[in-house]
């Protein structure tokens, strides 16, 4: 019930960011044959085609369409701001590209559940920490977005109190057969590296068979 493609949502990979901790640029990090920007794409694109990248223009611009921040430097709320004011579809689905163990079918339920529910923000929660990351908005959180960076104030989690948010907790993921473990970003080299061994131990365990 989650293979197929809807045509009320857009999709946005964040693909900004100095990478100041990994040292070099996370977008093209190889991993199982693909850069994490391929990856990325990969998945939005198996559910919509209404698909851009939210970053430089100058770098990204052979990707597809580029959207670039109205409010530069200010993190990934500048991004889901930018998104959101150039959008047309009413649901939106935000995914950072240093998330590469990410399910298909976990996104194909995160939209699904997106439409049924009616609320502002459908989120994944593992640990206790929301995944803002890897959620759908809807294409009026925008106004909040532009309130919050107008005063200089620039976390998203914030901007979650006093609206509808619909969680999708880590006993509803474990009860559906999604791992909690596919949240984990790339920050350092050492993360890196441990991506890359799980990706390898994940390939043998599946019999040579990547995503």
């Not at 901790?21 to 391929?38: F, I, Q, Y």
């Not at 439409?115 to 294409?139: D, F, I, K």
């Not at 509803?172 to 061994?197: D, V």
């Amino acid at each position: 019930m989650y293979d197929h493609r809807v045509s009320d949502i857009a999709a946005f990979i964040l693909a900004g960011g100095a990478s100041k901790r990994m040292g070099r640029d996370k977008a093209s990090l190889t991993l199982g044959g693909k850069t994490l920007l391929e990856r990325a794409l990969g998945l939005v694109n198996s559910i919509t085609r209404d698909v851009a990248i939210i970053g430089n223009a100058a770098k990204f611009g052979g990707y597809g369409r580029i959207i670039e921040d109205i409010y530069p430097g200010c993190g990934p709320l500048g991004g889901i701001h930018a998104a959101l004011r150039q959008t047309r579809a009413e649901l939106n689905l935000m995914l950072a590209l240093d998330t590469p163990f990410i399910e298909e079918k976990f996104l194909h339920f995160l939209v699904s559940t997106a439409r049924e529910c009616g609320s502002v923000v459908t989120v994944p929660r593992t640990q206790g920490q929301r995944h803002p990351l890897c959620a759908v908005y809807r294409r009026d959180f925008v106004s909040l977005c532009e309130e919050a960076l107008a005063r200089g104030q620039n976390k998203i989690d914030r901007l979650f109190a006093g609206i509808e948010i619909r969680m999708i907790d880590e006993e509803e993921m474990i009860r559906l057969k999604f791992s909690p473990q596919m949240f984990r970003n790339l920050n350092t080299p050492e993360e890196w590296n441990e991506a890359q061994m799980a990706w390898n131990q994940e390939k043998n365990n599946e019999g040579g068979i990547t995503r």
